[in-house]
């Protein structure tokens, strides 16, 4: 393997590539957010894992899309040796762009100054499409959470349709779906291994595109590949999978369905889940996608080392403005993945999954540690003000949870704690706690904060640990998400029954020692707060529900702050029920569709 030296930060143009004296490059990222050189960002994780793995990593941030502008700024790049990758950003880019009114966005905060219109609608179709014309025959491969929602047909909020795997819309080679460090690696050696009969053809001739589909072929075995074939390619490939792949509902079936979306999103969950069955789908134009079960999780050294590696944690130094989405989470630390919530509506656990990595305590305090030294000299920054912003990851009291059942790849179940946590679920909430105490002591810090919020049907059971939490590191609001409290919406969000929503403020309230009488909603002692996100809008949830959680509110003095008319995000479960107006057993619900359904729900809550 090659040995590179880690730069300063991963090049973003070819002065830059030329100043490392690298004399060419392997692979070029073009990503729809900006380069943010922290682990947080996925280029900056992904460029710094495939250069500390001998590969010359390039990242081409919110590149321009329209007009000779946009093929020149691909074009003044090498030629890269191997494939470009493409990930659309942090969040779907519609999603970016437009409301759940289908309203324009005028800000996003992965965007220098936090202006809007620094990515295209559909990103990675755009990305791949300027892509295919500055450098015909070249690999590309998909990546990120548009990519991995939008892998197979689903619905699309924003054109109120029904669309194809994005892989067959964007013609790229491959899509990677959830976290794919080491399948990047693999596809990377696959590529490597395949370009020397190619490297004086790189047009789009005959021998590179006999290159391109032996490659789909080959990478079509990675963990977490999406590849697309013909009848005679299929053929080619069954005989090499360890049992018959699972068929969904092709495109065209589903189109005249709806009901059969929610069929196939369902099963799509649970094979993902289970991680052990190949899946295919028929596309619209009778090919066949073919769907490798997800990459296992990354063992806990495995985590250290990609979080070990040395990110400047800074901007790029090309950026004359702040990049929002950097400063809210520039002291952040991320101690896991996944999540075993598989809440209806979340899009996470379809695409880190639902069992959790973790790092060590050991790679988490050093990561502090390194913080609190500051930047690399000469780099400017906002001044430190000794404070960890926020210590997690989907839930900050998931980590080092685990599933201890010894036939965890069959469970049936879509969730790890709903109806109720399963029994093979093991949180370690007190190690939780005590992590953060040796955070806290560290010289330098003078907070630790939990900023990402709790899973309360977790904290609940271990009261100890719920009070350092709430009482320590907080930070006088703690972010909680109840979503509701009718228990027929909480059913079809899969989350707790409000009872155990109010039992958790109950202990809230009494592990704060209340030394003084204080308001309803705020929590004694510190005058500690919680603060509440909440849905409207929700399939199954009708203006009833809203005014029975409106009056809770009012019961209870708290006036909501984090409320969000439900987006239909492609690829969950809540969506699949939103197009098809049935919960997941197939009976008919009431789903809130038009804009002026939807605000009646949404406005009701924001009355005072």
């Known amino acids: 393997m090659r040995r590179i030296t880690q730069p300063s930060f991963l090049p973003v143009s070819p002065d830059e590539i030329r100043s490392l004296g690298w004399g060419g490059l392997d692979v070029l990222l073009v990503s729809g957010d900006a380069y943010v050189d922290h ?34 700024s691909l074009r003044a790049f090498p030629r890269p040796r191997l494939f470009a990758g493409i990930g659309a950003g942090a969040v779907d880019s519609m999603l970016a762009h437009y409301t759940a009114f289908r309203r324009k966005r005028h800000d996003d905060a992965y965007t220098p100054g936090g202006k809007s219109g620094a990515r295209p609608n559909r990103a990675s179709l755009i990305y791949a499409g300027l892509l295919r014309r500055a450098f015909p025959g070249l690999p590309i491969i998909l990546g990120g959470l548009e990519a991995s929602l939008r892998r197979v047909s689903h619905y699309d909020f924003w054109s109120d349709s029904l669309r194809q795997s994005i892989l067959s819309d964007s013609k790229a080679d491959l899509l990677l779906c959830g976290m794919a460090e080491y399948s990047l690696l693999r596809a990377a050696g696959i590529a490597g291994s395949s370009t020397q009969e190619t490297a004086n053809c790189p047009e789009d001739t005959p021998r590179a595109a006999t290159r391109r589909k032996a490659l789909s072929l080959a990478w079509a075995m990675l963990p977490g590949a999406v590849t697309l074939h013909s009848a005679e390619d299929m053929e080619k490939l069954l005989p090499c999978l360890p049992s018959a792949p699972i068929a969904l509902h092709g495109h065209n079936e589903v189109r005249k369905n709806p009901a059969l979306l929610l069929e196939n999103t369902l099963e799509l969950e649970k094979l993902t889940h289970q991680g052990q069955s190949f899946i295919t789908q028929k596309t619209a134009d009778y090919r066949t996608l073919l769907l490798a079960p997800p990459p296992p999780p990354l063992a806990a050294e495995e985590m250290d080392k990609l979080y070990a590696l040395p990110y400047s944690r800074l901007p790029h130094p090309i950026y004359k403005d702040p990049v929002p989405a950097w400063e809210m989470i520039r002291t952040s630390i991320t101690t896991h993945r996944g999540c075993g919530g598989g809440c209806s509506f979340c899009s996470l656990a379809l695409h880190q999954g639902r069992r959790i990595s973790s790092r060590s305590k050991a790679s988490i305090l050093a990561e502090a540690g390194r913080i609190a030294m500051g930047p690399v000299q000469g780099q400017k920054t906002p001044p430190w003000a000794g404070s960890i912003s926020d210590v997690g990851g989907p839930s900050s009291n998931m980590w080092r949870a685990r599933c201890s059942s010894p036939v965890s790849s069959r469970c049936r179940r879509n969730s790890c704690l709903h109806p109720a946590p399963c029994r093979h679920f093991i949180h370690k909430q007190k190690e939780a706690a005590a992590l953060l105490d040796e955070l806290a002591a560290l010289p330098g810090l003078r907070h630790v904060r939990v900023s990402s919020g709790l899973r309360f049907d977790l904290a609940v059971s271990e009261t100890e640990a719920m009070r350092a939490f709430a009482k320590d590191y907080a930070g006088g609001q703690l972010k909680i998400a109840p979503e509701h409290i009718n228990d027929q919406v909480l059913e079809l969000m899969r989350k707790p029954p409000r009872s155990v929503f109010e039992q958790f403020l109950r202990a809230f309230a009494a592990q704060n020692h209340a030394a003084t009488p204080c308001k309803p909603g705020q929590l004694p002692g510190k005058k500690q707060y919680v603060i509440l996100y909440l849905i409207s809008a929700f399939p199954g949830c009708t203006l009833e529900h809203m005014r029975e959680l409106a009056d809770w509110l009012r019961g209870h003095g708290i006036s909501p702050k984090q409320t969000q008319c439900f987006i239909p995000t492609p690829g969950t479960v809540a969506t699949a029920m939103y197009h098809a107006g049935t919960d997941s057993a197939g009976r008919p619900i009431y789903v809130a569709k038009s804009d002026k359904e939807r605000l009646r729900q949404h406005h009701i809550l924001l009355k005072p």
């Open 39 to 72: 682990p947080a960002f996925a280029m900056a994780l992904l460029g710094r894992w495939l250069v500390e793995h001998g590969l010359r990593t390039a990242v081409l941030p919110q590149p321009p899309w329209t007009g000779e502008e946009a093929l020149e």
